[in-house]
């Protein structure tokens, strides 16, 4: 599988580099980025693991030049509809990174896309792969997601997006995602600049959602079943992530970004329109998610933002099947 990477960020740098090189049968055939020193950058942590990639100021002279079978959309989040279009109107899927769009409406016109655009919710391979099948496909869930991290540490080229797009939006997608639920409501919701919470009716059960941007990383995934029993947890960060690190095992955001791109080389490009129409129905436990899935997590932030306006009130959240048309 060829992918073309539009942005050469940390994301690329720290994430889709080190996955493709990890990743079975998938390369990086070109990058494309206006900025010359980060196009660079990024060609050459290719070239030192193997690789061999052209780079492009811009999309339009990759997309034209190179043959290529999904296109990785990495670049600062106004740029993501348009990259997406582009791509469309060239017949190549994108994967867009994560949050999809800065509001509500431009998620919805991601989602109209042909063909449509998958998201980079990588969570689902980490949290996700570790817990579905330990979770029932019927019954009340209570789940406490937790994600937070030093955002200094990261050391991004130019972003700097609030806590509930930059980490909120995974524990959001994750929630319904390991509940197999659609979102109904938020209340109680707190958003500041660098850390947000809410809680999060689903229509099986009840979120608990925690991030922030100025903490320590740490990642904690609960969910238990009405009584209170534990069913599943999952913790990622602290000592755990760094003894990992001096045994010489994967990162974690590298590791969930190879399992997603072997996840849509195992679907086959050419057949994920098929499987698209699957990702739309709604099965439990689906790891793929696609923009419609952005749009309904983009329509949960706008919930949160408005209930925390109206100082921790209950927000209806938009149904699944108005956001996606």
């Not at 942590?45 to 492009?56: F, N």
């Not at 930059?166 to 959001?172: K, Q, R, S, V």
């Not at 809680?199 to 320590?216: F, H, K, N, V």
């Amino acid at each position: 599988m060829r992918l073309g990477i539009a942005g050469c960020g940390r994301i690329a740098e720290r994430g889709y580099i080190p996955a493709a090189l990890a990743a079975e049968g998938v390369t990086i055939a070109a990058f494309a980025d206006p900025n010359p020193e980060r196009l660079d950058r990024c060609r050459a942590l290719w070239s030192d693991g193997g690789g061999e990639a052209r780079g492009y100021a811009g999309l339009p002279a990759l997309l034209e030049a190179e043959p290529i079978d999904l296109l990785v959309v990495a670049a600062p989040l106004a740029h993501h509809l348009p990259l997406a279009e582009e791509a469309a109107a060239a017949g190549v899927r994108s994967l867009v990174e994560k949050p999809p769009t800065p509001d509500l409406s431009t998620a919805q016109r991601l989602a109209a896309l042909d063909p449509e655009p998958l998201l980079a919710f990588n969570r689902r391979f980490l949290q996700g792969a570790e817990l579905r099948d330990a979770i029932p496909a019927e019954g009340w869930l209570e789940l406490d997601l937790e994600l937070r991290f030093r955002r200094d540490t990261w050391g991004a080229h130019e972003v700097r997006d609030e806590a509930l797009l930059d980490a909120g939006i995974h524990l959001i997608d994750l929630a319904c995602h390991l509940a197999g639920a659609d979102p109904i409501a938020v209340r109680r919701a707190r958003v500041e600049p660098e850390r947000a919470e809410l809680e999060l009716e689903l229509s099986r059960g009840r979120a608990r959602i925690r991030c922030a941007t100025d903490r320590r990383h740490r990642e904690v995934v609960a969910v238990s079943d009405r009584a209170g029993r534990m069913l599943a947890r999952s913790a990622w960060g602290g000592l755990r992530n760094r003894l990992a690190g001096a045994l010489g095992k994967p990162d974690p955001l590298a590791l969930s970004l190879q399992r997603q791109l072997e996840a849509v080389k195992a679907a086959g490009v050419p057949l994920l329109e098929q499987q698209m129409g699957r990702l739309h129905q709604g099965h439990p436990h689906r790891l793929l998610a696609n923009a419609a899935d952005g749009a309904t997590a983009m329509a949960v932030v706008e919930a949160t933002r408005r209930s925390a306006e109206l100082n921790g009130a209950e927000v209806t959240v938009a149904p699944v099947a108005e956001v996606a048309t």
